[in-house]
T-cell receptor
Framework: GDSVTQMEGPVTLSEEAFLTINCTYT??????LFWYVQYPGEGLQLLLK?????DKGSNKGFEATYRKETTSFHLEKGSVQVSDSAVYFC?????????????FGQGTELSVKP | GAGVSQTPSNKVTEKGKYVELRCDPI?????LYWYRQSLGQGPEFLIY????????DSGLPNDRFFAVRPEGSVSTLKIQRTERGDSAVYLC??????????FGEGSRLTVL
């Protein structure tokens, strides 16, 4: 079945460091890919998305590019801030099956120190 | 507020009891999802409604779990004969666009 695998956390960085969180996926169809973020004490919220190969999603300085050849959707940010500390979840939606559900990875906790 | 509302936020119950968790989605959102999240894990899909009907209930772990959405808005997740392994945060989300889910803050269930 479809699945998402993320790099294990926690990831600890200093402010202004470069961030990469790896995400790879397995899917039978042509999925859309997402990054969701969960800030402390808050619900999950959509960070960015890409719906087809080579699309780049971006939001709040974060970017991720849909790479079909490597089945990856790595999250990057050039300069992290303390306020970026959160848990990040990679997810896919399998459009082929016309289902609405998202399949999530296990999450990667990011801690940014001043 | 205008977000997804879940009640109760916290529920402690004893093994074997019956539990209901309620979700009030964003007005006008036709799709509604239930997920379960254990500590240190990603959300695990349970069931998805499109309108009043369950479009996909493949994630319900067994027949002790049941969900309804009788009028296409509020949904209730029902768990019978609770077990300690049911302890988790139960998340509800609603959506208008495939993949773009708006989540509530969850209902934390603890089964003693």
């Amino acid at each position: 079945g479809d699945s998402v695998t993320q790099m294990e956390g926690p990831v600890t960085l200093s402010e202004e460091a470069f961030l990469t969180i790896n995400c790879t996926y397995t899917a039978t169809g042509y999925p859309s890919l997402f990054w969701y973020v969960q800030y402390p004490g808050e619900g999950l919220q959509l960070l960015l998305k890409a719906t087809k190969a080579d699309d780049k999603g971006s939001n709040k300085g974060f970017e991720a590019t849909y790479r079909k050849e490597t089945t990856s959707f790595h999250l990057e940010k050039g300069s992290v801030q303390v306020s970026d500390s959160a848990v990040y979840f990679c997810a896919l939606s399998d459009n082929y099956n016309q289902g609405g559900k998202l399949i999530f990875g296990q999450g990667t906790e990011l801690s940014v120190k001043p | 507020g205008a977000g997804v509302s879940q009640t109760p936020s916290n529920k402690v119950t004893e093994k074997g009891k019956y539990v209901e968790l309620r979700c009030d989605p964003i007005s006008g959102h036709t799709a509604l999802y239930w997920y379960r999240q254990s500590l240190g894990q990603g959300p695990e899909f349970l069931i998805y409604f499109q309108g009043t009907g369950a479009a996909d209930d493949s994630g319900l772990p067994n027949d002790r779990f049941f969900a309804v959405r009788p009028e296409g808005s509020v949904s209730t997740l029902k768990i019978q004969r609770t077990e300690r392994g049911d302890s988790a945060v139960y998340l509800c989300a609603s959506s208008l666009t495939v993949g773009e889910l708006f989540f509530g803050e969850g209902s934390r269930l603890t089964v003693l």
